[in-house]
């Protein structure tokens, strides 16, 4: 029996306006004294009105276009009743059958290429305040600053058939998140909120069809990435082990993950979702997004405020620099790196261009050396760079590190003294030809000298180059270090072993 995984995501994200979804309220409770930023709107004091957070609701369209969703014209607020005591009004304001995105999709990388994962829906709604229980299980506080505060629920379809798909596609979301600028997206702190749903079928795994599934379950209290995966993995593992023995789930469950003990723990089984008896919200006017319509959202306008999504910038930075797939993943896992890395970029075209032995048309020039330049940028930013210290890039604008790159490119300095140049420029924030002209480092040693040196060398040591010619390799090393000496250690040795290996095999 072949049994393939069926896991779909549904994840909360929290807004980050300034004022909560429904009220006034400071938005950034969670670094305020407990109750302390509430009304009676967010405490859900009866006679109070809802009024809807215009900047969550274009944020939300955002994110919804970010996730290639269509935004149907009008979409509207629902109430969806529950009890809990951090939900004072007995009901939460979601949406139901009219939510703000409908029928996305994100593309994510599995280790089998590309794989297009499709979204359900992204509605909003308020979150919840947040309960707190005493060690000795007797009392219940209850934290009403959360209470109110925006959020999104993104819906997967069931497309995810294995854990590490899973935490790709939530790093992703995240990503597109902080590219985004709504939220912090924090998993660590609940910005982000991750709750999978996950079955086996014995179908086959090309044709599976979805209504012929069994109950799913449900797990929840996901906190990080790396739970996601493990969670997952647990709860295929379990059920795998419930089909062997011939007992597949019957019944929809839900589960909590345990970090601790690393496993997931029976919590309840699941009402049907008519038990949440959704009506429309009377307080709260539809959602418009009909071009010109009064109190409408412009949707040409979010649109046109969409900033380049990571997946575009990291297929451009692949396609226009020629930057390996490795060094373009690390550069857009972050949104500040990406944009120093591309101001660098733009520095050194300047820079080229602005060199007059060079023939040709600007654009000739630049195309014929970006890949060469964007490959050092790219190399000495990642390896070398944001090793010196967290405040490198702090210290050295790009501007600097771009005239460094150009040092390097012209040979002016070979990679020892580079090194050396680059931890000086993070500790004194001044430019490199300064750094070089007070430090006295000296700018290498020219090519034709190096030659010369080696020639010398390899004549003064016929014994040692007729036995590496014989076979005795190991002998390379005994010769760049002759070649070293001579230079005193001022030129780069990987250019030295080129030399050296070049003449020696002649
Ligand atoms: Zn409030
Ligand atoms: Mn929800």
Same mark, same amino acid.
């Given at each position: 029996?072949?049994?393939?995984?069926?896991?779909?995501?549904?994840?909360?994200?929290?807004?980050?306006?300034?004022?909560?979804?429904?009220?006034?309220?400071? @938005?950034?409770?969670?670094?305020?004294?407990?109750?302390?930023?509430?009304?009676?709107?967010?405490? #859900?004091?009866?006679?109070?009105? $809802?009024?809807?957070?215009?900047?969550?609701?274009?944020?939300?369209?955002?994110?919804?276009?970010?996730? @290639?969703?269509?935004?149907? %014209?009008?979409?509207?607020?629902?109430?969806?009743?529950?009890?809990?005591?951090?939900?004072?009004?007995?009901?939460?304001?979601?949406?139901?059958?009219?939510?703000?995105?409908?029928?996305?999709?994100?593309?994510?990388?599995?280790?089998?290429? +590309?794989?297009?994962?499709?979204? @359900?829906?992204?509605?909003?709604?308020?979150?919840?305040?947040?309960?707190?229980?005493?060690?000795?299980?007797?009392?219940?506080?209850?934290?009403?600053?959360?209470?109110?505060?925006?959020?999104?629920?993104?819906?997967?379809?069931?497309?995810?058939?294995?854990?590490?798909?899973?935490?790709?596609?939530?790093?992703?979301?995240? +990503?597109?998140?902080?590219? +985004?600028?709504?939220?912090?997206?924090?998993?660590?702190?609940?910005?982000?909120?991750? &709750?999978?749903?996950?079955?086996?079928?014995?179908?086959?795994?090309?044709? /599976?069809?979805?209504?012929?599934?069994?109950?799913?379950?449900?797990?929840?209290?996901?906190?990080?990435?790396?739970?996601?995966?493990?969670?997952?993995?647990?709860? *295929?593992?379990?059920?795998?082990?419930?089909?062997?023995?011939?007992?597949?789930?019957?019944?929809?469950?839900?589960?909590?993950?345990?970090?601790?003990?690393?496993?997931?723990?029976?919590?309840?089984?699941?009402?049907?979702?008519?038990?949440?008896?959704?009506?429309?919200?009377?307080?709260?006017? $539809?959602?418009?997004?009909?071009?010109? %319509?009064?109190?409408?959202?412009?949707?040409?306008?979010?649109?046109?405020?969409?900033?380049?999504?990571?997946?575009?910038?990291?297929?451009?930075?692949?396609?226009?620099?020629?930057?390996?797939?490795?060094?373009?993943? *690390?550069? /857009?896992?972050?949104?500040?790196?990406?944009?120093?890395?591309?101001?660098?970029?733009?520095?050194?075209? %300047?820079?080229?261009?602005?060199?007059?032995?060079?023939?040709?048309?600007? %654009?000739?020039?630049?195309?014929?050396?970006?890949?060469?330049?964007?490959?050092?940028?790219?190399?000495?930013?990642?390896?070398?760079?944001?090793?010196?210290?967290?405040?490198?890039?702090?210290?050295?604008?790009?501007? @600097?590190?771009?005239?460094?790159?150009?040092?390097?490119? #012209?040979?002016?300095?070979?990679?020892?003294?580079?090194?050396?140049?680059?931890?000086?420029?993070?500790?004194?924030?001044?430019?490199?030809?300064?750094?070089?002209?007070?430090?006295?480092?000296?700018?290498?040693?020219?090519?034709? &000298?190096?030659?010369?040196? /080696?020639?010398?060398?390899?004549?003064?040591?016929?014994?040692?180059?007729?036995?590496?010619?014989?076979?005795?390799?190991?002998?390379?090393?005994?010769?760049?270090?002759?070649?070293?000496?001579?230079?005193?250690?001022?030129?780069?040795?990987?250019? +030295?072993?080129?030399?050296?290996?070049?003449?020696?095999?002649?």
């Amino acid at each position: 029996m072949t049994l393939t995984p069926i896991i779909g995501l549904e994840i909360h994200v929290q807004l980050k306006t300034k004022s909560k979804m429904f009220c006034r309220c400071d @938005n950034s409770g969670e670094n305020q004294p407990p109750n302390t930023t509430v009304c009676p709107v967010c405490l #859900g004091q009866p006679g109070t009105l $809802p009024v809807a957070n215009r900047q969550a609701i274009a944020w939300s369209a955002m994110a919804a276009l970010a996730l @290639n969703c269509e935004i149907p %014209a009008i979409s509207k607020f629902d109430r969806k009743s529950y009890f809990y005591p951090d939900l004072p009004k007995g009901y939460q304001i979601s949406q139901f059958d009219q939510p703000i995105g409908l029928r996305g999709f994100l593309e994510i990388e599995t280790k089998d290429g +590309l794989k297009k994962i499709s979204i @359900n829906r992204l509605h909003l709604e308020e979150d919840a305040a947040k309960n707190f229980h005493s060690v000795d299980g007797k009392n219940t506080l209850v934290d009403y600053n959360r209470s109110s505060t925006p959020l999104m629920e993104i819906v997967t379809e069931p497309d995810l058939r294995a854990a590490a798909q899973a935490k790709t596609f939530v790093q992703e979301l995240r +990503l597109i998140m902080r590219y +985004l600028d709504v939220s912090d997206a924090d998993m660590e702190k609940g910005h982000l909120r991750c &709750d999978a749903n996950i079955s086996l079928t014995d179908q086959l795994a090309d044709k /599976i069809d979805y209504k012929k599934l069994s109950p799913k379950t449900e797990v929840k209290n996901i906190n990080s990435f790396r739970a996601v995966e493990k969670a997952i993995e647990y709860e *295929i593992k379990r059920q795998t082990e419930l089909w062997q023995e011939g007992q597949a789930p019957k019944i929809q469950s839900t589960r909590g993950w345990n970090e601790d003990k690393g496993v997931t723990e029976e919590q309840r089984t699941k009402e049907e979702a008519s038990d949440y008896r959704y009506f429309p919200e009377p307080d709260l006017p $539809p959602i418009n997004f009909t071009p010109g %319509a009064a109190n409408g959202f412009d949707l040409k306008k979010i649109k046109a405020s969409l900033p380049e999504l990571p997946q575009d910038k990291r297929k451009r930075f692949i396609a226009e620099y020629g930057l390996t797939v490795e060094n373009a993943r *690390i550069l /857009i896992e972050d949104k500040n790196l990406a944009a120093y890395f591309e101001q660098a970029i733009s520095e050194l075209r %300047a820079w080229l261009i602005s060199l007059d032995e060079t023939e040709g048309t600007q %654009a000739e020039i630049w195309e014929k050396n970006k890949a060469k330049l964007a490959k050092l940028a790219g190399n000495w930013l990642l390896n070398k760079l944001l090793a010196v210290s967290p405040q490198a890039l702090e210290n050295v604008a790009p501007e @600097n590190f771009a005239e460094f790159i150009t040092l390097i490119h #012209g040979n002016k300095i070979n990679s020892t003294i580079a090194q050396k140049l680059l931890e000086k420029m993070v500790q004194t924030k001044k430019d490199p030809s300064v750094i070089l002209d007070e430090e006295g480092l000296d700018k290498g040693v020219e090519q034709k &000298d190096i030659e010369t040196i /080696i020639d010398q060398i390899i004549s003064q040591n016929q014994k040692e180059v007729e036995a590496y010619k014989q076979g005795k390799t190991t002998l390379l090393q005994f010769f760049i270090g002759q070649a070293m000496r001579q230079t005193k250690g001022q030129a780069d040795p990987e250019t +030295l072993k080129n030399i050296i290996t070049g003449k020696l095999n002649n």
